[in-house]
């Protein structure tokens, strides 16, 4: 069974720092992405980043990019999310998601199957 486990959100300034974690459990994730995805009450998930599992290529929202960074550690079958600069219109719940693609990744939620629980971001203004 796949699991997906989100860690590290919490509140932060404006302009600081978090790193969100993604520990996934119960596949083999070679062939696989995993995508950060944020979504803000009554409004759709929006794409943040993904990464290649073997690769390591990684992909953003132009929103984020510059700012965030997407990583692996293939030892600890953990991606994570360092966030900085963070602004206020960043807080939402940010979500990991894993899906098969034969090539690159999906910035659409539908092309992924599982799904962690979600860990809050507040940044304070």
């Known amino acids: 069974q796949v699991q997906l486990v989100e860690s590290g959100g919490g509140l932060v300034q404006a302009g600081g720092s978090l790193r969100l974690s993604c520990a996934a459990s119960?596949?083999?994730?070679?062939?696989?992405?995993i995508g950060w995805f944020r979504q803000a009450p009554g409004k759709d998930r929006e794409f943040v980043a993904a990464?290649?599992?073997?690769?390591?290529?990684?992909y953003y929202a132009d929103s984020v990019k510059g700012r965030f960074t997407i990583s692996r550690d293939n030892a600890k079958n953990t991606v994570y999310l360092q966030m900085n600069s963070l602004k206020s219109e960043d807080t939402v719940v940010y979500s990991c998601?894993?899906?098969?693609?034969?090539?690159?990744?999906?910035?659409?939620?539908?092309?992924?199957?599982?799904w962690g629980r979600g860990t809050q971001v507040t940044v304070s203004s």
């Open positions: 119960g596949r083999t994730f070679s062939t696989y992405a």
């Open positions: 998601a894993t899906g098969s693609f034969t090539f690159g990744y999906s910035d659409s939620p539908r092309g992924y199957d599982y």
């Open positions: 990464i290649r599992w073997s690769s390591g290529n990684a």
